[in-house]
T-cell receptor, first 109, second 114 residues
């Protein structure tokens, strides 16, 4: 099956810093989502981005499906950005999303 | 804003007992899913459900698991005889469409098996 790898696995930032999280996938995908899992365990939808670029406030994401990767940019990070960031992909002919390995982000005040 | 709701938020059970986790998907969504996350690990797919039948299931979803949509709003996951390794957070999700649809998750049900 498809493999979804995220990097870096862990990231520590000072408040106000910028960061880029990467999601690589081993096969063609129909869809890709980014989620933030907050410290309470909730999975929060960030982006639904099968291709192209989207922005939402301090966050933006780019998916280059032909090259099998997606990037999540966090600018001017805040302590509330802490948590785990997951990408998840779905492929043609399946009825599921496969989650990546996650990036654990800690933002220090 | 419509949301997926799950109950209970936390359940503690003894090994060998049956557990039912409940979910109310978003009302106009057609596809329903269960995922689980063992503490500190990634989120794993269990099963997808559409039109009152299982669309796809993972290797984890063995005979001790079952899903049901008993009425027009609820979607349940039953674990027949719980094991210690079933301790995890269980997430319900729904989408309007299948593999082309955006997934929305509930807040999760934490299951602790003693």
């Amino acid at each position: 099956g498809i493999q979804v790898e995220q990097s870096p696995p862990d990231l520590i930032l000072q408040e106000g810093a910028n960061s880029t999280l990467r999601c690589n996938f081993s096969d063609s995908v129909n869809n890709l989502q980014w989620f933030h899992q907050n410290p309470w365990g909730q999975l929060i939808n960030l982006f639904y981005i099968p291709s192209g670029t989207k922005q939402n406030g301090r966050l933006s994401a780019t998916t280059v499906a032909t090259e099998r990767y997606s990037l999540l940019y966090i600018s001017s990070s805040q302590t509330t950005d802490s948590g785990v960031y997951f990408c998840a992909v779905s492929t043609s002919g399946t009825y599921k999303y496969i989650f990546g390995t996650g990036t654990r982000l800690k933002v220090l005040a | 804003e419509p949301e997926v709701t799950q109950t209970p938020s936390h359940q503690v059970t003894q090994m060998g007992q049956e557990v039912i986790l409940r979910c109310v998907p978003i009302s106009n969504h057609l596809y329903f899913y269960w995922y689980r996350q063992i503490l500190g690990q990634k989120v794993e797919f269990l099963v997808s459900f559409y039109n009152n039948e299982i669309s796809e299931k993972s290797e984890i979803f063995d005979d001790q698991f079952s899903v049901e949509r008993p009425d027009g709003s609820n979607f349940t996951l039953k674990i027949r005889s719980t094991k210690l390794e079933d301790s995890a957070m269980y997430f319900c999700a729904s989408s309007v469409l299948g593999y082309t649809g955006e997934l929305f998750f509930g807040e999760g049900s934490r299951l602790t098996v003693l």
